[in-house]
């Protein structure tokens, strides 16, 4: 008989008792291979022991076939709207709708709606993508509320980032029970690592096969990786299928496994076939994944990464620098300073007041600290020696002149004064640029200057400037990057961002570690502004009103 017949007549009859296939009696295949089927239960058990080796053996090939089949794409499959596979390592998720698009789409509908002046939306379901914090949150609650398995892994990501690895645990698998791939490696993460949970080397390569399975590259690298450090090197089985992962893996684009195949290959561990067919599948992954939008969008982000490095760069100090003769940091409140209009140099009120108690002692003229120049005894002296050194083109000078008219309600001439000492560099200046933008004094409304002249000033050390833009952040929904902006604020020495940093605490915004470095570094900064002339001064000048500053 030949080899199908003979499986032909094991499919039809029960594998135990013979008996056939008829409209009476209903056979089952094996739950765990298909290789023979029973009538009953009792069957099943009866026949166990004959067929438990057969059984396993054919399970595991069944598992094979399975776990070795090349995925389509990967587990972002398709953009909706260009129709092109979503690189993985440029996409975006729509907090609205939740889907998927390219960041060459996401790129190319924002550049779009500013051209067209429109106001940011989303395309797909068209929400307004104007919204607050806390609206951004109740889209986030909609979204779970309603079991969309990516933003319940996003919760999960939300509870990770805390900490809280128990709560992202239980996220994790509600969103992988609802089919979220990502969800699958994110506790396969968990397991490895015991975060939440117990360290399970079974559960972690489980989740990992699932994750692999459904098109996720860094999981197929990883069970590459888990069968290479396994392999029994005197037969070579598991680095066989090692190298059968990394190049699925490499055929959905990823990099990490060229780059240990490459390595491997020149070790002589792996072939040059299997390299090059890893190489070739990488390459047509990733010329599938171009397009003239998304290359743009590359461009866009690589410029915004490299404005981020420079905006969020610890200043080495305020923008209001050190006292040019005790060379300590000058404090923030201005009213503790004094800028002398001979020479347009601020002063800390300690060397003011040194300055006056030993012309007191020697019965000196009062001269300026600084350049020895006598003293304006009238605002009408002070005023001509400002201008004098606006005329010079001081930038100092011309901030302070800027400020003046701004008190005196002319902002057209406040405007003029402070963007000239703005393109002089002065940091003061970019802060009230942002100011007039915002309330539309001497210029009109505009958000785009105010954040631009707002940014420029935090990048110089402009405490308030850099509070502000953690403001402007948190009510756009981007907490993390409204805390980075807080705590560099902080560490300058702002008062006000401490306070707004515990409020963040409070409310599980701000890790426990975050807000301690600033408490410190902020009390770091407060200290190096203190000394025994400036607390003399401070007691000497507290009724005084003859403080001149900007």
Known sequence: MSEDNQAEMTSSCCASCGIAQVDEVKLKE????DLVKYCSDECKKNHKPQHERACKKRAAELHDEI??????????????????????????????????ICEGCAHANKMSEAEASLDPSCPICQESLTFTADEFEKFKIKRIEANDPVSVRHKGVEQAQKGDYESAFEWYAKAAELGDVEAHYQLAVLYQFGRGVEKDTQKEVHHLELAAIGGHPSARYDLGCEEWDNNDWDNNDNAERAVKHWIIAAALGDDSSIEFMTEMSEEGYVSKDDLDTALRAHQAAVDAAKSPQREAAKEYIRAAELRDEILFKQPESSHRGDCPICCLPLQLDKQKSCMKSCCSKVICNGCNY????????????????????????????????????????DPVAMCQEGFEQYRKGDYNSAFEYSKKAAELGNVDAHFMLATMYLDG??????????????????????????????????????????????????????????????SAFKIGKVSKDDLAAALRAHQTAV???????????????????DVIDM
């Open 30 to 33: 094996c739950a765990d291979c």
């Open 67 to 100: 776990l070795f089949q090349q995925p389509e794409s990967t587990h972002l499959g398709d953009c909706p709207i260009c129709c092109l596979p979503i690189p993985i390592d440029l996409e975006c998720v729509l907090i609205c709708c939740s889907k998927l």
């Open 354 to 393: 040194a300055n006056q108690v030993r012309e007191a002692e020697r019965r000196l003229k009062k001269s300026c600290p600084f350049c020895r120049e006598p003293v304006p005894t009238t605002k009408e002296e002070h005023d001509k020696h400002r201008m004098k050194r606006v005329e010079a083109n």
């Open 441 to 502: 004094q001497g210029v009109e409304k505009d958000e785009k200057k105010r954040i631009h002249h707002t940014e420029v000033a935090a990048i110089g050390g402009h405490p308030r400037a850099r509070h502000n833009l953690g403001v402007h952040e948190e009510r756009n929904g981007d907490m993390k990057r409204a805390v980075r902006h807080l705590i560099i604020a902080a560490t300058q020495g702002s008062d006000e961002s401490i306070k707004s940093l515990m």
């Open 527 to 545: 200290d190096e502004t203190k000394s025994p002339q400036r607390e003399a001064a401070e007691e000497f000048f507290s009724n005084k009103d």
